[in-house]
């Protein structure tokens, strides 16, 4: 009996569920007839008294079937059988009431032309019970069926998080579904709680765990569209965490497209978080340098290689040659470049490879007739490579040294090292490494006469892989908190297109001193990058970009919190773009010229022989301690941890300002380059 009654139920739901449209709103214009004689009965029983007519239904046979009759064509009239039991609303509702009022009319017209001897008040009950009869049975019917469903059926339990019109509207919704069962609300408003709304009470969300264990709930459905992003994706994190499935819910407004259904978020252009100028679109000489020239960009796959090759794709070169150790990066970039170029005179080349692989530097020095290279390949994610010491000095500082020497015996006109700030005094080994490399490039340029060898020194790049702009706006889309090393910490920023364009002007001036100029071989160009920018300006800069507000002490109710986690290892609380004093400036306003020391001959093959013998052996520690001997002002990390807060801002923030060149006792003149 267990078993065979939800059986019986689910054949008697098949069975209805079977049925045609047709036989369906027959059973429903029938039971619309049948509410007739039902009216007539309740009528009489709520009415009897002497003076009512005689029998069961107040009115002969005949007037019982003529009103019946009445009742089947004003319900096929006004569509009564082709509304569906799970649809029938306020507007069928309203027909209903129609139909009952036309059922009542006509049951006055029969009274008195038939003298059927109705008192007037049994006519207008009649009409009321008629009316209810009406919407009792579709109600009756629609539970019916769902419950002959349900049995047996599994059901998912759900919470409603948000008990405004959504969470109303979408309760009303559930509560017609055959496997979805609404058991409660929850909602942050203490004036809602404990209230019971569509049914359904509500309750504060301190008391979810205990309603989820007690009912049973599988989900919470979020309908709260007109709160924040931010704020709902803290309560899904904070739900999530009771191992509960959460949905959030748009409004229904944005469904019909009178709100935007995307959320506030949106992309935060670069460029305009800089706080200073940008370089000029267009910078004079720079496509005559490698027009009709090969020219090979190492790390081509990375941010700042892959945007070198579409801006020199854009100088027409004869052949541009992509050398990358990812492969996925080399195929994307290789799509990207051969669909620029189209018909173009420029040839794409594509090498898979390792600028540490000695054997495949000089085979395609050779084999492609490289003139000018761009070394931007580098491990630069400083808290990877603290931890990866031995890959990072092997990759920036033997890589670059492999590289190099490959383009000097090839006779390659151009060499030209991307570097970075945090080369200047480092605190970290992948700044360390990075200074080592320009001190390699600084001596090869010494003992070298047909490659000029040159180095482009610049801060952050803002929305490269790693930056701060992709974390925070991946940080920002999962609602915070947006996380900041220290409230003091600053950076020189840029964008990877200024990058690349400067990368391309320092080439083109080496370009014109190998043309027969006196050449500065060696030279380490900076730019002139403005002020530093604090970091946590930034954050709130990209918060409110964001379309959202800061929550702090001030603001409690804000969308997004900014939160300090404390230095890294590695890190500087300011970073320097000079190491020695002053500058020269250069044919270009924004690109200076530093003056720096570096180590001798001797000094360079002692160190890259230790750093190739740890590397040999894997030995992390002796990596680290050629470091310390041979690179000038380096502290490890854990002393730059402790030194941290003790560091001057005026000392890490010197930067290659327009004053500072004013002051200096001479210029270089366009021809010394």
């Given at each position: 009996?267990?078993?065979?009654?939800?059986?019986?139920?689910?054949?008697?739901?098949?069975?209805?569920?079977?049925?045609?449209?047709?036989?369906?709103?027959?059973?429903?214009?029938?039971?619309?007839?049948?509410?007739?004689?039902?009216?007539?009965?309740?009528?009489?029983?709520?009415?009897?008294?002497?003076?009512?007519?005689?029998?069961?239904?107040?009115?002969?046979?005949?007037?019982?079937?003529?009103?019946?009759?009445?009742?089947?064509?004003?319900?096929?009239?006004?569509?009564?059988?082709?509304?569906?039991?799970?649809?029938?609303?306020?507007?069928?509702?309203?027909?209903?009431?129609?139909?009952?009022?036309?059922?009542?009319?006509?049951?006055?017209?029969?009274?008195?032309?038939?003298?059927?001897?109705?008192?007037?008040?049994?006519?207008?009950?009649?009409?009321?019970?008629?009316?209810?009869?009406?919407?009792?049975?579709?109600?009756?019917?629609?539970?019916?069926?769902?419950?002959?469903?349900?049995?047996?059926?599994?059901?998912?339990?759900?919470?409603?998080?948000?008990?405004?019109?959504?969470?109303?509207?979408?309760?009303?919704?559930?509560?017609?579904?055959?496997?979805?069962?609404?058991?409660?609300?929850?909602?942050?408003?203490?004036?809602?709680?404990?209230?019971?709304?569509?049914?359904?009470?509500?309750?504060?969300?301190?008391?979810?765990?205990?309603i989820v264990a007690e009912r049973g709930v599988n989900r919470v459905?979020?309908?709260?569209?007109?709160?924040?992003?931010?704020?709902?994706?803290?309560?899904?994190?904070?739900?999530?965490?009771?191992?509960?499935?959460?949905?959030?819910?748009?409004?229904?407004?944005?469904?019909?497209?009178?709100?935007?259904?995307?959320?506030?978020?949106?992309?935060?252009?670069?460029?305009?978080?800089?706080?200073?100028?940008?370089?000029?679109?267009?910078?004079?000489?720079?496509?005559?340098?490698?027009?009709?020239?090969?020219?090979?960009?190492?790390?081509?796959?990375?941010?700042?290689?892959?945007?070198?090759?579409?801006?020199?794709?854009?100088?027409?070169?004869?052949?541009?040659?992509?050398?990358?150790?990812?492969?996925?990066?080399?195929?994307?970039?290789?799509?990207?470049?051969?669909?620029?170029?189209?018909?173009?005179?420029?040839?794409?080349?594509?090498?898979?490879?390792?600028?540490?692989?000695?054997?495949?530097?000089?085979?395609?020095?050779?084999?492609?007739?490289?003139?000018?290279?761009?070394?931007?390949?580098?491990?630069?994610?400083?808290?990877?490579?603290?931890?990866?010491?031995?890959?990072?000095?092997?990759?920036?500082?033997?890589?670059?040294?492999?590289?190099?020497?490959?383009?000097?015996e090839a006779g390659v006109a151009r060499f030209i090292l991307i570097?970075?700030?945090?080369?200047?005094?480092?605190?970290?080994?992948?700044?360390?490494?990075?200074?080592?490399?320009?001190?390699?490039?600084?001596?090869?340029?010494?003992?070298?006469?047909?490659?000029?060898?040159?180095?482009?020194?610049?801060?952050?790049?803002?929305?490269?892989?790693?930056?701060?702009?992709?974390?925070?706006?991946?940080?920002?889309?999962?609602?915070?908190?947006?996380?900041?090393?220290?409230?003091?910490?600053?950076?020189?920023?840029?964008?990877?297109?200024?990058?690349?364009?400067?990368?391309?002007?320092?080439?083109?001036?080496?370009?014109?001193?190998?043309?027969?100029?006196?050449?500065?071989?060696?030279?380490?160009?900076?730019?002139?990058?403005?002020?530093?920018?604090?970091?946590?300006?930034?954050?709130?800069?990209?918060?409110?970009?964001?379309?959202?507000?800061?929550?702090?002490?001030?603001?409690?109710?804000?969308?997004?919190?900014?939160?300090?986690?404390?230095?890294?290892?590695?890190?500087?609380?300011?970073?320097e773009l000079l190491i020695g004093e002053g500058f020269l400036t250069?044919?270009?306003?924004?690109?200076?010229?530093?003056?720096?020391?570096?180590?001798?001959?001797?000094?360079?093959?002692?160190?890259?022989?230790?750093?190739?013998?740890?590397?040999?052996?894997?030995?992390?520690?002796?990596?680290?301690?050629?470091?310390?001997?041979?690179?000038?002002?380096?502290?490890?990390?854990?002393?730059?941890?402790?030194?941290?807060?003790?560091?001057?801002?005026?000392?890490?923030?010197?930067?290659?300002?327009?004053?500072?060149?004013?002051?200096?006792?001479?210029?270089?003149?366009?021809?010394?380059?």
């Open positions: 009996m267990g078993t065979g009654q939800p059986l019986l139920h689910k054949r008697v739901y098949r069975i209805a569920a079977g049925m045609t449209r047709l036989q369906k709103r027959i059973i429903l214009l029938a039971v619309d007839c049948l509410m007739v004689p039902a009216a007539l009965a309740l009528t009489m029983a709520l009415l009897h008294n002497a003076a009512m007519p005689a029998g069961f239904f107040g009115v002969a046979p005949a007037s019982l079937v003529l009103l019946c009759a009445a009742a089947a064509v004003a319900s096929d009239m006004l569509g009564m059988p082709r509304i569906k039991l799970n649809a029938f609303e306020m507007r069928a509702t309203l027909k209903a009431a129609v139909f009952a009022a036309i059922l009542t009319a006509v049951l006055g017209v029969m009274n008195a032309a038939m003298g059927i001897a109705l008192p007037g008040s049994a006519v207008v009950l009649f009409g009321i019970l008629f009316f209810l009869l009406i919407w009792a049975s579709r109600v009756a019917m629609l539970h019916i069926l769902l419950w002959m469903y349900r049995v047996g059926q599994p059901k998912c339990r759900v919470l409603i998080y948000g008990a405004g019109t959504t969470g109303v509207q979408l309760a009303a919704a559930l509560k017609s579904h055959e496997t979805i069962d609404p058991v409660a609300f929850i909602d942050d408003n203490p004036a809602l709680q404990s209230l019971t709304i569509a049914g359904l009470k509500v309750f504060p969300p301190t008391q979810i765990e205990q459905l979020l309908a709260m569209p007109s709160v924040s992003w931010p704020k709902q994706a803290q309560i899904v994190r904070r739900l999530q965490k009771m191992n509960l499935d959460v949905h959030a819910l748009p409004s229904f407004a944005q469904l019909v497209g009178e709100e935007a259904l995307l959320d506030k978020f949106r992309p935060v252009v670069p460029g305009q978080l800089l706080g200073r100028g940008q370089l000029d679109a267009e910078l004079p000489g720079t496509r005559a340098a490698y027009a009709g020239r090969t020219v090979l960009v190492s790390g081509a796959g990375g941010s700042i290689g892959s945007e070198l090759c579409r801006q020199l794709l854009a100088c027409r070169p004869k052949r541009l040659v992509l050398f990358e150790v990812s492969e996925i990066a080399l195929y994307t970039l290789d799509m990207e470049l051969r669909a620029l170029a189209g018909e173009g005179p420029t040839e794409i080349v594509a090498v898979l490879g390792s600028v540490t692989d000695s054997r495949m530097a000089r085979a395609v020095m050779a084999t492609q007739g490289v003139e000018i290279v761009f070394h931007a390949a580098a491990y630069k994610h400083v808290p990877l490579v603290e931890d990866n010491p031995v890959a990072g000095l092997a990759n920036n500082v033997l890589g670059t040294r492999t590289l190099a020497d490959a383009a000097r570097s970075s700030d945090k080369a200047v005094r480092p605190r970290g080994i992948m700044g360390a490494s990075k200074r080592l490399a320009e001190m390699v490039i600084q001596d090869m340029a010494r003992r070298t006469t047909n490659t000029i060898f040159s180095i482009v020194r610049f801060g952050n790049v803002l929305g490269s892989s790693g930056s701060v702009i992709p974390l925070f706006q991946e940080q920002i889309a999962r609602g915070g908190p947006v996380t900041v090393t220290h409230p003091d910490m600053t950076r020189f920023f840029m964008t990877i297109t200024e990058a690349a364009r400067l990368v391309l002007v320092v080439g083109s001036f080496t370009g014109a001193a190998a043309e027969g100029r006196t050449a500065v071989s060696g030279t380490v160009f900076v730019l002139d990058m403005g002020k530093p920018v604090k970091i946590v300006d930034l954050a709130r800069q990209m918060i409110e970009a964001s379309g959202y507000t800061v929550r702090d002490a001030d603001h409690p109710d804000g969308d997004i919190a900014i939160e300090f986690i404390g230095l890294r290892p590695g890190e500087k609380l300011q970073e250069t044919p270009h306003p924004k690109i200076l010229h530093a003056r720096e020391d570096c180590l001798s001959e001797i000094e360079i093959a002692a160190a890259l022989r230790a750093l190739r013998a740890a590397v040999a052996t894997g030995d992390a520690e002796a990596a680290r301690e050629a470091v310390r001997r041979w690179v000038p002002g380096y502290v490890p990390s854990g002393a730059a941890a402790a030194a941290a807060s003790a560091e001057p801002a005026a000392a890490g923030a010197r930067t290659p300002s327009r004053a500072s060149v004013a002051h200096l006792s001479r210029e270089v003149e366009v021809g010394s380059l």
